[in-house]
């Protein structure tokens, strides 16, 4: 079986969560950072969508982040990180679509996009108002959220 390969971008939340997941489950995996603005046909063929993070495992491209962690999830049972009961198994789906929508809207939006990629792409100067709610935005939401995480299930990887 050939080493699963993640397409990713290191800044990127819903790429981080898949990392956490693969570490998590101590699965080995070769990381290809990919530069998904410049939307190349290889890019694009992987993913029709243009995003990351794409998974190729078992002969198949995997997206969406989320999906990809259930897909994780059923593969590899141990340890688990989605309980069972149906009412804990949307709980934990609430929690991680919530988390990766606001993140997204309140803080990479404004902190990543603004003075990374727009240096990566030559989009010009980052928007200082938007840098500075971002700022403010992933300490209220950030330490939250880790807190609760692992207080909760006591558990984290760093990736
Ligand atoms: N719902 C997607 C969101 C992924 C996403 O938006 N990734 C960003 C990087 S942080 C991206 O690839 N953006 C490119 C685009 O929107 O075209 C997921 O969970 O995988």
Redesign the pocket.
Known sequence: MSTPRLYH?S?????R??RLVLAEKKIEVELVE?R??E?TPDHLRRNP?????VLKMDGVFL??????CEYLEEKYPEPELIPHEIKARAEVRRLCFWF?DKF?HDV?KNL?YERVNKKLMRAGYPDGRAVKTGATQISSISITWHGCWTTAAGWRATV
């Open positions: 971008f800044l990127s939340p819903f790429c969560k898949v990919e998904y603005w939307a969508s243009g995003k990351v993070p997206s969406e982040s989320h999906a990809i990766d997204h990479t990543v």
